[in-house]
């Protein structure tokens, strides 16, 4: 059964870091595209960073340049490190795989990815 744990997730002030894991069983991850995702109470789940089994990566607008994705597929392992966070970024993150088929840039669609983890919650305080 295919299972996605987040970790990582906590409490951090205004301009801190923190770095989330993801790590994948019941499937490999090499040959599958990749992403978190988050969603603040009250609004729509939106992705933050998607990344392609060959390690192209794409951003949302509003986390270019503080966030960076990666991931270990020796590890089964997803990765966002989170710089220069902003209580703007308080939500609970999400990793995602999708089915491996896919091609070209990585999706930033929640449509497009089957395997979701249970999340785990940031919350950066002013």
């Known amino acids: 059964q295919a299972q996605l744990v987040e970790s990582g997730g906590g409490s951090v002030q205004a301009g801190g870091s923190l770095r989330l894991s993801c790590v994948a069983s019941?499937?490999?991850?090499?040959?599958?595209?990749l992403s978190w995702f988050r969603q603040a109470p009250g609004k729509e789940r939106e992705a933050v960073a998607s990344?392609?089994?060959?390690?192209?990566?794409r951003y949302a607008d509003s986390v270019k340049g503080r966030f960076i994705i990666s991931r270990n597929n020796a590890k089964n392992t997803l990765f966002l490190q989170m710089n220069s966070l902003k209580p703007e970024d308080t939500a609970m993150y999400y990793c995602?795989?999708?089915?491996?088929?896919?091609?070209?840039?990585?999706?930033?669609?929640?449509?497009?990815?089957?395997?979701w983890g249970q999340g785990t919650q940031v919350t950066v305080s002013t």
């Open positions: 995602a795989a999708d089915q491996g088929l896919r091609a070209g840039v990585p999706s930033m669609s929640s449509l497009d990815y089957t395997y």
């Open positions: 990344i392609t089994h060959l390690g192209s990566s």
């Open positions: 019941g499937i490999t991850v090499n040959r599958r595209y």
